[in-house]
Each structure stands twice: as C-alpha cells, then as structure tokens.
C-alpha cells in the first residue's frame, strides 16, 4: 500500500514558498519603480519664482552670468544649489576674480522681505559687482 499524504504536504509547501518570493520580487520592483518614477531629475519641480512686475523689464541672457534667487521660503539659491551667504560671497569672489565683467542677476520672490535683499546687495557691494541685474517679469 503506497500512503501520498506526505508528498502532497511537501508539493503545496514548495508551492506557498514560490508564491511568496515571487510576491516579494513583485513587491520590491514595484517600490523601485515607483520611486525611481516619482524621484526622477526630470519630473523634479523647479524653483517657483514669482516675479515683481516692471513696464520695462529686458531680457538679459549671457554665457558667464550668475542667478541668484530668493525664494519665499527663505533659501538662497546660486544657480540650482542651496547657499549660505558665506557661500555665496566665496562663490561670487572666486568668479568675479576670474572675470571683472561678471553679470550678476537678483531673482527675488516679490514676496520676500526687503531685508533679505538688502543682505544679498550688502554681499554683492562688498564684492566690488558692477553689473547687478534685479530680474522683473514684464507687465
């Protein structure tokens, strides 16, 4: 007589153990994409800049310039990177040395308080800037 019970029991084990890594490689690959979706350089937002309005604002667009940027929530921005004014003036210094003709452009949220300004206009005075831009959009 030939008793199957114990093989069945191992057959379904098996099956139950398959199950489950084949659920966890699903799990994780589906967490990867998603964040490899969602974390995405391109998909990143930008800086959400509102400009002040000026009747008179130019467009002003050079190869050696830097943008400094004020947003509202306070950071200061040189380019894309996060600053600390003492990082910005050895920044701006370095730069400047390398080119007296440097083109400076201020982009401040029109929500930002004036002192803000005023600190990042105190660094740029001290540096010597000659060519200071302050960035409006046209009304």
Do not use: C, W
């Given at each position: ?37 969602t ?28 943008n ?47 002192h ?24």
């Amino acid at each position: 007589m030939k008793i199957g019970g114990r093989h069945n029991y191992i057959m379904s084990l098996e099956s139950v153990a398959m199950t489950d890594i084949i659920m966890n490689m699903f799990i994780f690959f589906f967490i990867s994409f998603s964040l490899l979706y969602t974390f995405n350089p391109n998909r990143v937002q930008k800086l959400d800049i509102k400009l002040p309005k000026a009747a008179n604002a130019s467009n002003i667009e050079k190869q050696d310039q830097v943008n400094i940027t004020l947003s509202k929530d306070g950071p200061i921005y040189l380019g894309e990177d996060m600053v600390t004014i003492r990082e910005l003036k050895a920044v701006v210094s370095a730069k400047l040395k390398s080119n007296p003709e440097l083109i400076v452009i201020l982009r401040a949220d029109k929500l930002v308080g004036f002192h803000k300004i005023v600190d990042i206009l105190d660094v740029l005075t001290e540096l010597g800037i000659t060519n200071l831009n302050i960035a409006a959009v046209k009304d």
